[in-house]
């Protein structure tokens, strides 16, 4: 995620996750990113300018820290636009009636919807899907990498976290046979889909809001 924020021009990036161990190495690394950046390029990022320090430079001298600028300029420049928290963002849905939420072009949920599945159950997983499209602005996508059932089964272990073999056996949704439609159902449909990396990554794109529908049950 660090890596995709300046290349893409991302004007702001927020990184989410329950395991605060994983949040902290995705700062680390975000500060050792950032200690590498030549000095007066943050505007102008290029491959060159973005490893314009060496890796032994920051081992030696440590990371620095980023320009704390006050406008919103300096807040839009990498690694400021960059932040992250430590939350289950699964567990709660946007109101229906708020206006201020926050709005997203793009949602990537890379190597987690076996976890949430497997944690929050069938109805979770739906939450999380529906929450995805409450927060995602019309026209924006979500990039999900498909977790095929077989790696649902190899997460289980006996002397760990004993809890999920109970859950597996109540799952009725299975990746490979209903998230495409459960997605489309919620207003996201299926626009790309590619098979180059060992997981299947496929794109969805908000074509429904939900929020007036929400409203309309509440």
């Known amino acids: 995620m660090v890596a995709a924020a300046p290349p893409f021009g991302a004007a702001s990036v927020t990184g989410i996750d329950m395991d605060r161990e994983l949040i902290r190495r995705a700062q680390s690394h975000l ?21 314009y320090f060496p890796v032994s430079s920051v081992l030696d001298h440590g990371h620095q820290p980023p ?15 960059v932040s992250f928290a430590c939350e ?7 109101s229906p009636f708020s206006t201020g939420e926050r709005k997203y072009d793009t949602i990537l949920a890379l ?23 409450l927060s995602l602005r019309l026209g924006g996508h979500l ?19 004993p809890h999920l073999a109970e859950n597996l056996a109540l799952l009725e949704i299975r990746p490979e046979e209903h998230f495409d439609s459960l997605l489309e159902e919620l207003g996201l449909a299926m626009v790309a889909t590619s098979d180059a990396l060992p997981r299947r990554i496929s794109i969805y794109q908000k074509v429904k809001d939900l929020h007036e529908e929400l409203a309309f049950h509440a």
Request: with cysteine.
């Open 111 to 133: 190597s987690v919807i076996k976890w949430i599945h497997l944690q929050h159950h069938d109805t979770g997983l739906r939450r999380f899907f529906l929450k995805c499209n």
């Open 31 to 51: 500060s050792f990113q950032g200690s590498r950046i030549q000095p007066g390029r943050q505007t102008e990022l290029t491959r060159d300018s973005m490893h």
């Open 143 to 161: 990039v999900l990498e498909i977790q095929p059932w077989q790696s649902y089964e190899k997460a289980i272990k006996p002397n760990k976290s």
């Open 67 to 81: 320009s704390q600028g006050g406008s919103e300029q300096d807040q839009a420049l990498f690694p400021n636009n």
């Open 88 to 94: 289950d963002w699964a567990v709660h849905l946007p």
